[in-house]
């Protein structure tokens, strides 16, 4: 009897909702408005269902976080069992999602899709650079191109979402995860975050070739204290609107669906639980109207932090500071559902956070049709596809920094015998990058495999692979043994002997930057630093290849090696890339999109500081000004710095007017000239200053660059302009607003060396 109602009742339900799932299929062709259909959904559902849609389990055998707690694994697969699940992580493949899509609607009693995330940061199986290197690139139409590759690919195999962008703005290269984004600066930041959410998320994201983004980690996460991963961070509002939000709300400009939250605390309140981050800015001020999914197991941390005195409270302190969904701590699944039966949470408050999330949900389609982004044909014949390879291949080489190249020692006169050392010279694992979703392990093309590619077939080879950087076993989870073995040195010293010229490929392990790979020193890891001294002192002709996912301390390699080349991460066609640019088919063009330091010491440093009350330079004629008397002043290379093969020189700056109004655009103009001997690309920068306002302002900040490619003698006249909306920042009143008087303004090759004029914002009446 008891079964038979229930079957009934099932029925009904079926009913109404397949009435419902037609109504809405045809309703969207009049308009995008899902609303009163969630309402209607939301009316249909028990708590214990709504809670459902809050929680997010990951794929018990691909862990992008700790291992689970006793009793986990039971939970999960109670949920599962009952449907009472609104989101999966680290589900992949059209076979897998399908599997567990089937699973969940044939259980609930609803038939709400799942919506599948995974972290797609830099490409799911072909991999592009890591986000810091594509950044170098400073062209926006690769980025974004990348992120729409990433998302075809991700998408043909099932995922609908992916927690990427990551916008967090840090000025500490110990901080591992400075490889995620896009490195110092707000300004460039903000156009790269756009882009990559525009790539990602297309115009329609109910396109089952796009799929959602989420800006994270909201907010300030990359200004974890003494760069240490998962630390707090104590900040002024001051760096928080002007620095640290610009990025996010340039995400929600570009229409971002969802955001995360960070494992970190802003000025004691752990961001996850934090309403005046979630409540207050995102969803009141910037009218988000996504869901905000925490990180991964953040609620339950909520408690480790010590703003909870328990798990319960925890949940509670997170939902309602607006943490709509549960990333894997299952506390929602737990907790969630006394403390709204207790009234300690009102219910309208897990109603709004459902119908956010279903709303992302409807967005891209998944009440049509729940398996529109399975795809075996698509995830055959697009994924790793020649045509995304290639794609690959171009923002690749436009990601490549030239540090250094004394004496034109690049590109490679061939042909030549090359001593080819390095642990990364046959490395096909480490150009992947950490981050990797779903590229095959090995699969890069290696530095080695580029060369003998590329170079004339009379350039003779010679290989020493010189050290390891790592002993054992590497992976994203595992713990790193760094190797101190040198018993390679003396194969590579003879190597360095018999030939031309050295190219060394050296660096880091992809594994040691990324989520919880901070580090204190940030020099070459193990013994590369003697290796690279070894083959120095035998043949001084050399040129450093370096991978890396951080800035790193170069300072004795930019002192004596003639030539270096930044080739972070590069992805799955690295070693074409790298020997694209050697060998002069490609002249680089990247500039860097975060300042080296020249010691570890320095850190925190980055070019958009303030002037501090006692500024001044090496020439000053007395010791009391802001300095370190160990160490030269400024960074190694700064904000925006790269060399190209030819030389580019700026003349003639000069503004249309030396007094503008609010209301009325300013035109810098200057001339560039390709002064060298070959075509190439130059990335032209704009920066202000703001001299004095009602809160003291960086000494520079960047407002404006362009991508030029000049012939070899040519010369073009490049003209930006600035409206007072190029000035406005967050004042002492606390408004986004420009404050009249007098301002510098730079243009220039990178963030050092500029041209400078004056002018002056005039009070308005
Ligand atoms: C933790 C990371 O902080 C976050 O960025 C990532 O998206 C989740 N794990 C899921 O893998």
Redesign the pocket.
């Known amino acids: 009897m008891k079964t038979g109602s229930n079957t009934m009742r099932s029925l009904q339900f079926l009913i109404l909702f397949l009435c419902f799932v037609i109504n809405a299929c045809a309703q969207k062709l009049v308009s995008p408005n899902y609303e009163s259909k969630i309402d209607a959904l939301i009316g249909l559902m028990t708590l214990e269902e709504k809670i459902g849609q809050l929680t997010q389990i990951s794929n018990h055998f691909d862990l992008?976080?700790p291992p689970p707690q006793e009793g986990d694994d039971k939970k999960r697969y109670e949920l599962l069992s009952k449907g009472l699940i609104g989101s999966m992580?680290?589900v992949t493949s059209v076979e897998d999602t399908r599997r567990a899509q089937e699973m969940v609607l044939e259980k609930s009693r609803l038939g709400i899709p799942l919506l599948f995330g995974m972290?797609v940061i830099h490409g799911y199986r072909t991999m592009f650079p890591i986000p810091l290197g594509e950044a170098a690139s400073w062209d926006l139409e690769a980025v974004e191109l990348s992120s729409r590759i990433a998302a075809r690919e991700a998408s043909a195999s099932g995922i609908h979402w992916t927690?990427a962008p990551?916008v967090d703005i840090t000025r500490d290269a110990r901080w591992g995860r400075i490889m995620e984004g896009a490195g110092e600066d707000p300004y460039l930041g903000s156009l790269v975050a756009a882009a990559r959410v525009r790539g990602f998320q297309g115009d329609h994201l109910d396109s089952s070739y796009t799929i959602a983004a989420c800006a994270?980690?909201f907010a300030a996460y990359g200004f974890a204290e003494s760069g240490r991963d998962y630390n707090i961070v104590d900040m002024s509002e001051n760096t928080l609107y002007n620095v640290v939000l610009p990025p996010f709300k340039a995400c929600l400009d570009a229409g971002v669906a969802t955001f995360?939250s960070g494992?970190h605390e802003l000025n004691g309140i752990p961001a996850t639980a934090d309403p005046l981050l979630l409540r207050d800015i995102l969803k009141g001020e910037w009218g988000f109207e996504g869901f905000v999914v925490s990180?991964?197991n953040s609620v339950r941390e909520v408690a480790s932090h010590g703003l909870a005195s328990n798990r319960q409270e925890a949940t509670q302190r997170a939902i309602l500071a607006g943490s709509d969904m549960d990333?894997g701590s299952l506390c929602y699944s737990t907790y969630l559902g006394e403390l709204v039966e207790s009234g300690r949470v009102p219910e309208s408050v897990a109603d709004e956070a459902v119908r956010r999330v279903l709303r992302v949900k409807f967005q891209l389609g998944l009440f049509e049709d729940p398996f529109r982004y399975c795809s075996p044909e698509r995830e055959r014949t697009e994924v790793y596809s020649e045509k995304n390879r290639a794609a690959s291949l171009d923002i690749a080489r436009k990601s490549i920094v030239l540090l250094k190249n004394e004496g034109g020692l690049l590109p490679l006169k061939q042909p030549r015998r090359i001593a080819v050392i390095g642990p990364l010279v046959k490395d096909k694992d480490v150009p992947l990058g950490s981050w990797r979703a779903r590229a095959i392990d090995n699969s890069a093309v290696s530095l080695w495999e580029g060369l003998q590619k590329t170079l004339h077939k009379d350039t003779e080879l010679l290989y020493a692979e010189g050290c390891r950087i790592t002993a054992g076993k590497r992976s994203f989870r595992d713990k790193l043994t760094i190797s101190y073995d040198t018993s390679g040195f003396a194969a590579a010293r003879e190597a360095a002997r018999d030939a031309d010229l050295v190219i060394m490929a050296i660096g880091e392990d992809c594994f040691q930057s990324a989520?919880a790979r901070s580090r204190t020193d940030i020099g070459l890891p193990g013994v590369q630093q003697q290796l690279l001294e070894t083959v120095y002192a035998v043949n001084p002709n050399v040129v450093v290849v370096l991978m890396n996912g951080r800035p790193l301390d170069l300072s004795w390699m930019a002192e004596n090696v003639p030539a270096i080349v930044e080739t972070w991460f590069l992805g799955s066609e690295s070693g074409n890339a790298i020997a694209d640019v050697l060998s002069g088919k490609y002249n680089p063009s990247g500039k860097l999109p975060a300042s080296f330091p020249r010691s570890v010491g320095q850190l925190p440093i980055y070019y958009n500081h303030k002037s501090t009350g006692r500024p001044g330079n090496e020439n000053h004629n007395h010791i009391f000004w802001s300095h370190y008397i160990d160490e030269k002043q400024g960074p190694l290379w700064p904000f925006g710095y790269g060399l190209s093969y030819t030389t580019f020189e700026y003349t003639g700056l000069e503004l249309n007017k030396t007094v503008i109004s609010s209301d009325e655009q300013l035109e810098v103009k200057a001339t560039l000239e390709n002064t060298g001997k070959m075509g190439g690309h130059e990335i032209a920068q704009l920066y202000i200053c703001d001299l004095a306002g009602s809160i003291t302002r960086p000494v520079k900040e960047l407002k404006g660059f362009r991508k030029i490619w000049l012939e070899a003698g040519e010369q073009r006249e490049i003209t930006f302009i600035l409206t007072a909306e190029d000035l406005k920042f967050y004042n002492a009143a606390g408004k986004w607003e420009a404050e009249p008087g007098e301002f510098k303004v730079f243009v220039g090759g990178n963030s050092r060396e500029n041209l400078e004029a004056v002018f002056e914002l005039k009070e308005t009446r």
């Open positions: 992008t976080g992580l680290n972290d927690f990551v994270k980690h995360m494992y990180d991964y990333m989520e």
